[in-house]
């Protein structure tokens, strides 16, 4: 009885529970769920970020990119716990990918090169990093910095001197327009989101020119009967803030003077009723306003404040705040970066928005660089000293890296953007911000004043309270966090990709230090997974498979076996970049020349490394695999023209295993999507022809053919691929109004047999492996002292500096024999998440 009794009890406690939670009032029910799934995003769908450091900012042909990459947690800035690996792409302005490193991430950092090629076409690039997890985002922010890249050869008539500053504008063309001089355009951003008729409102606001560069310009603020109610000033990037308190019954508007005539812009439309939410920021703390005109007051409603996901401020809405309330938050315990406050009704929708950079001073780092003089002579070398602490003295550690490079290859003083501004600013407002470097310099001129008007006029990235509260970001990630090297795939019937078949799948590797033998059963759809391994380079590869089922041992293996591709295929998007203009080339001439005495120098003592244009006695022109593949295909190729696009099989390593598919969608602008043998194709930047459906025009051979058949085809059976477009495509008419991509075929392929593969139940292919990255060369003139001048433009560069228990670290190196001015440039990132950046200056002078 007693125990009866128990149960009874605690059922009427669980009841009463459940009365208790479900009669709570909506907005504690509010509160409930956006804590957990703020919760849910930190812990489940943590960003990632990603950060290159690089030795400069613009290069020419055959020289090497040395960089290094950050991976981060995108909340905390600690090292990220999701992934491992991390891809950097070199990308023209076309989207191709130039070249690709595959980095494995141990903690925080991995360093790399990429040597550029002698015969690169000048122009634009893009360096790009990240995982294949941050794909995973509905707008993906990935780091991407741009890099111009001037081509030089060496001519026996033409000194430094002589190259003329128009050979290094071509390829920059685009970059080269006028500015303009017509009306531009005034955006008008309310903080919070809206006008409400009788409130005190400040505005945040943009003035940019039809290319989207900022304007200087002067205005005021009018009424319907031409009063002036407020003058405004818009400043760095156009861009600028203007406070006034809109009344019922009048109409306002902007009014500017352009070329002695008044331009009139409109305001946003002020609400009769509604809410405002204002936020200053006040040194130590953020002073909170929250105002209504509506019945209810703020009686209900919910405010919530978040900084990169870590919930840092709530507040319910009582009946004591009536129409106004005000709050202060004080910032000492929290971390730096842009925080996004948002208010909720009673009824639950987010109806005010407003995103305020927090800066405390107690997350201050202060990084020393010091030597015991700043003037060096010729081949001398040099010791610097870095120590770290934090605002109290207490030394500091992380993961850094140093470049010492010649002053005249940078465009400026800083680059547009740094470690810190990236991850605390730039990256979670999608990486739209001009120039935000500008916002962090200690003596940039009303920085503070900018960079609130630059939150008035962003919105926070990441994610959407809508879609957030309405469980659509609650889903099974498309790309699971890479650890290592991963190979998977799927097994079907032989000669018939549609027919998935579970198999016992058993991977070898060949070129493992031990030979490498795992077996696994697959899925009910034929998958399989093996890894994560690490390796560098690339190993040769086999996976088997066979059916325990069929008692004869040729059914046994008379199965097919995909391996999927292992490189993600990012998509380009278009976004605010800082692309190269004629005063920045016109004032690297000096960086140009010292790089071309470098190339001279280096062809005296080594011609084979250069590329020289009086170049008369030819015994060989070397045949490269593109053109045997013209030759070979010559009567049945037809998309081949200056417009063409082409990926080739051989370029692309373990398309042994791959389907057609997979290479096509090594075409820039060209997505692919779905499992083998269900893939679909869409050539992006094309409008849809419904007429003509929805897939392009393929091409087998030069033969018409429909989608069905080339998701049937393997990689092993293409030479190349074709991707025509602009005028290559008019010979198509209507049939190409989707696009057309070209498939041209080798030996293997058989078109009365699909899927034609060597042998069933086994495949064999190589696996791509991590790259290892070169050692920057770094004399030592105390032991040598060689003939050949040292003309170097980059003195030093170290990726991996290690500070001790003090926080601090000595580096040394040896000048060149290029007098001037050097820049020391240090990034990277603490223990505890915090970015670092630093600057010293040196100087190289004559020897004695």
């Not at 800083?414 to 991850?423: D, G, P, R, V």
């Not at 900018?450 to 990235?461: K, Q, V």
């Not at 030979?515 to 899925?523: A, G, P, R, W, Y």
Request: overall charge negative.
């Amino acid at each position: 009885m007693k125990k009866l009794s128990s149960i009874v009890i605690i059922g009427l406690l669980s009841l009463l529970s459940i009365v208790s939670f479900t009669s709570l009032p909506q907005e504690y029910l509010l509160l409930k769920k956006v804590k957990s799934k703020l919760l849910d995003y930190s812990r489940n769908q943590t960003p990632e970020k990603t950060y290159l450091h690089t030795n400069k900012d613009f290069y020419t042909n055959g020289e090497t990119i040395w960089f290094k990459t950050y991976l981060v947690n995108g909340i905390s800035h600690n090292g990220s716990e999701k992934s491992n690996v991390v891809y950097v792409e070199l990308v023209d302005k076309q989207g191709i990918v130039v070249a690709q490193r595959k980095l494995f991430v141990d903690e925080v950092g991995a360093s790399g090169d990429i040597e550029i090629d002698q015969n690169i076409a000048q122009g634009d690039y893009s360096l790009r990093s990240y995982t294949k997890y941050m794909l995973n985002e509905q707008e993906s922010v990935i780091y991407e910095k741009n890099i111009p890249i001037f081509v030089q050869q060496i001519g026996n008539t033409i000194s430094r001197d002589q190259i003329p500053v128009t050979q290094y504008l071509q390829g920059f063309e685009e970059n080269m327009g006028k500015a303009v001089s017509g009306r531009p355009s005034i955006k008008f951003f309310p903080e919070g989101g809206h006008l409400v008729k009788g409130l005190p409102a400040t505005m945040g606001f943009e003035v940019l020119d039809e290319k989207g560069n900022g304007l200087a310009l002067k205005g005021f603020i009018k009424d319907s009967k031409k009063n002036t109610v407020e003058p405004f000033e818009s400043l760095a990037f156009g861009l600028g803030s203007v406070g006034f308190t809109p009344l019922p019954g009048v109409q306002y508007h902007a009014s500017v003077i352009l070329n002695g005539i008044e331009e009139k812009f409109p305001l946003p439309e002020a609400l009769p009723n509604g809410y405002v939410l204002s936020l200053k920021n006040r040194e130590d703390h953020v002073l909170v306003q929250v105002a209504s005109t509506t019945q209810n007051g703020l009686e209900g409603t919910l405010l919530i404040g978040h900084l990169r996901g870590d919930m840092i401020f709530k507040r319910i809405g009582s009946a004591d705040d009536q129409a106004a309330y005000a709050t202060k938050i004080y910032t000492k315990e929290l971390q730096d970066g842009v925080a996004q406050f948002t208010l909720f009704n009673p009824n639950g929708e987010p109806i005010s928005e407003r995103l305020i950079f927090i800066d405390n001073p107690e997350n201050d780092t202060h990084l020393t660089i010091s030597s015991p003089t700043t003037t060096y002579g010729m081949r001398e070398k040099v010791e610097l000293n870095m120590l770290l602490v934090d605002g109290n003295g207490a030394p500091l550690n992380g993961d850094f890296s140093m470049g010492v490079v010649s002053k005249n290859r940078s465009k400026g003083s800083a680059s547009t953007n740094n470690i810190k501004s990236w991850l605390l600013l730039d990256s979670d407002l999608g990486g739209t911000v001009q120039n935000p470097d500008y916002f962090f310099a200690d003596d940039a001129k009303y920085r503070k004043l900018l960079l609130d008007a630059l939150m008035l006029t962003h919105g926070w990235r990441r994610f959407v309270w809508k879609d957030m509260l309405s469980e659509k970001v609650d889903k099974i990630p498309d790309y699971a966090p890479e650890k290592g090297i991963m190979i998977t795939g799927k097994t079907t019937r032989f000669g018939n990709p549609n027919k998935a078949k579970e198999t016992v799948a058993t991977l070898n590797l060949y070129d493992w230090p031990d030979l490498i033998n795992s077996k696994q059963e697959t899925d009910a759809q034929g998958e399989f997974s093996f890894g994560p391994f690490y390796f560098n380079d690339s190993i040769e590869a086999t996976v088997e498979a066979y059916d325990s089922v069929p008692k004869w041992a040729y059914k046994q293996k008379n199965l097919s076996i995909l391996v999927y591709e292992q490189s993600p295929k990012l998509v380009s998007k278009p976004r605010k970049t800082v692309h190269t203009d004629r005063q920045t080339i016109e004032l690297s001439q000096k960086y140009l020349r010292d790089e071309y005495l470098k190339k001279v120098t280096d062809f005296n003592y080594d011609p084979k490394k250069v590329t020289r244009l009086d170049e008369v006695v030819v015994k060989e022109k070397k045949r490269t695999r593109e053109t045997v593949l013209r030759q070979l295909n010559s009567t049945s190729v037809m998309t081949t023209d200056a417009f063409t696009t082409s990926v080739y099989k051989n370029s692309i390593s373990g398309a042994e295993a791959m389907s057609a598919l997979d290479l096509v969608g090594r075409l820039p602008g060209v997505s692919v999507s779905g499992p083998y043998p269900n893939q679909n194709v869409v050539i992006l930047g094309i409008g849809v022809n419904t007429f003509m459906g929805s897939d392009p025009l393929f091409l087998v051979d030069g033969n018409p053919t429909d989608l069905s058949f080339v998701q049937a085809m393997r990689a092993n059976e293409v030479s190349f691929i074709d991707l025509p477009r602009g005028p290559g495509l008019t010979i198509f008419g209507s049939r190409g109004g989707n696009g057309v991509i070209a498939l041209y075929t080798n030996g293997v392929y058989d078109p009365n047999k699909q899927n034609t593969e060597e042998y069933p139940g086994i495949v064999n292919f190589k696996i791509p492996g991590f790259y290892k990255a070169r050692e920057f060369y770094k004399p030592d003139y105390i032991k040598e002292n060689p003939e050949k001048p040292d003309y170097r433009t980059t003195l030093f560069w170290k990726p991996e500096i290690t500070l001790d228990e003090e926080g601090k670290s000595a580096i040394d190196f040896f000048t060149g024999d290029k007098t001037g001015e050097y820049w020391v440039k240090v990034e990277g990132i603490t223990k505890d998440g915090r970015p670092v950046n630093g600057f010293y200056d040196l100087a190289v002078v004559e020897s004695n």
